[in-house]
């Protein structure tokens, strides 16, 4: 049995909420396995990232000189607009909360997060040879206590705007022909 089914978590909320280890994982792998184990039971249970759909296409028809002036000014504006996010985030300031660091006591557990998301944990291993199986979820959890596994973006409601803009100006040239 791999080491994988020897760890169990809940995410609630987007925290972690209960974890459970096998008492016999040291039978099944290494800390370092244990630890890759467990960040990947948390990252299967987070909630996924947003995933754009698929719109589907409206029967064409011939586009009038409105139609045309209109849709060129929502382009122009998602360029615009598109160009300008990519300059702000090219220059750092659209970057999310710091990853909180954190350690539990004596730096037995760290987190690591990659573009506000939760990536990975890391145990010490000689400290995890040793710990006693509450004592090792105690930590771990004490790691996570009030650390949000998606940290918050600040540039999210924004890119779904233009996100949506772009949309609406796909469906739009989709519902009519040349």
Known sequence: MPLADRVEVAVEDGRLARLLISNKWRDHGTP???????SAAI?????PAARATAAV?????????GELRAYMEQHNDWHRRARDFRRRAAEGTLVPDPAPVAAAEGNHVQLRFSQGRFESLKLNPAWAEKANIQTLVDE?????ADVDL???DPAAEERRALHRLHDSISEFAS????
């Open 32 to 38: 370092e396995e244990l630890a890759q184990a467990i």
């Open 43 to 47: 990252r299967d249970a987070m909630p």
């Open 57 to 65: 296409p409206a029967p064409a028809r011939a586009m009038s000189p």
């Open 140 to 144: 771990v959890l004490a790691a996570f």
């Open 150 to 152: 998606v940290l918050h």
């Open 175 to 178: 519902a009519v022909r040349r």
